[in-house]
């Protein structure tokens, strides 16, 4: 089984509609962010949290909001979505021993919005 | 502010060498890492290498560190077709702040 999960793994969506993209984890990890991926860039963090009562904004947190449920759960909103939210999320998870202070990534979560 | 670049793609031939370079602006991370990013997957870690070393070889992948002209580079070497992917390099300032470039797309011709 994956470590890391996103679900749904594809949304199509409209204009001006709250969507909710689920992150969950089996690796015991505290740490869990939050990433969009758009063609032609690299990622780019919107939201992390290093424990469950952390939440932190990133890079590009304006029209997001994120909700830590647990340690394994990380949930990323999009309270009204818009065109330019168009993009592929990824989620991920670390912890402070690991070598490199590696990220493990979840397979992503293709949404668009028409 | 914190730049990382790469060229968009690269095509080399099954059993050759693959050499993929990125350039970075900011050289106080702690590690630049390589990621590989397989269709419909999320990224992978590859290698990374400590900003205080040149080079780390781990089978057939070797990443060179040139810190003066703030240049990255990983080298697989006999790339096969199961290499094919995308390859982020990125910079990591701390926990919360990895600067990813936009990746080179590696494709293996027969």
């Known amino acids: 089984d994956a470590d890391v999960t996103q679900t749904p793994r594809n949304r199509i969506t409209k204009t001006g509609k709250r969507i909710m993209l689920e992150c969950s984890q089996t690796k015991g990890h505290d740490r869990m962010y939050w990433y969009r991926q758009d063609p032609g860039l690299g990622l780019r963090l919107i939201y992390y949290?290093?424990?469950?009562?952390?939440?932190n904004k990133g890079e590009i947190s304006d029209g997001y909001s994120v909700s830590r449920q647990a340690q394994a759960k990380f949930s990323l909103s999009l309270e009204s979505a818009i065109p330019n939210q168009t993009a592929l999320y990824f989620c991920?998870?670390?912890?402070?021993?690991?070598?490199?202070?590696?990220?493990?990534f979840g397979p992503g979560t293709r949404l668009t919005v028409l | 502010g914190e730049d990382v670049e790469q060229s968009l793609f690269l095509s080399v031939r099954e059993g050759d060498s693959s050499v993929i370079n990125c350039t970075y602006t900011?050289?106080?991370?702690?590690?630049l890492y390589w990621y590989k990013q397989e269709p419909g997957a999320g990224l992978q870690l590859l290698t990374y290498?400590?900003?205080?070393?040149d080079m780390k070889q781990d089978q057939r992948l070797t990443v060179l560190l040139n810190k003066k002209d703030k240049h990255l580079s990983l080298r697989i070497a006999d790339t096969q077709t199961g290499d094919s992917a995308i390859y982020f390099c990125a910079e990591r300032f701390s926990a919360s702040k990895i600067i990813f470039g936009s990746g080179t797309r590696l494709s293996i011709r027969p």
């Open positions: 290498i400590f900003s205080n070393m």
């Open positions: 949290s290093f424990d469950v009562k952390d939440i």
């Open positions: 900011d050289s106080s991370s702690t590690y």
């Open positions: 991920a998870t670390s912890d402070t021993s690991g070598a490199g202070d590696e990220q493990f």
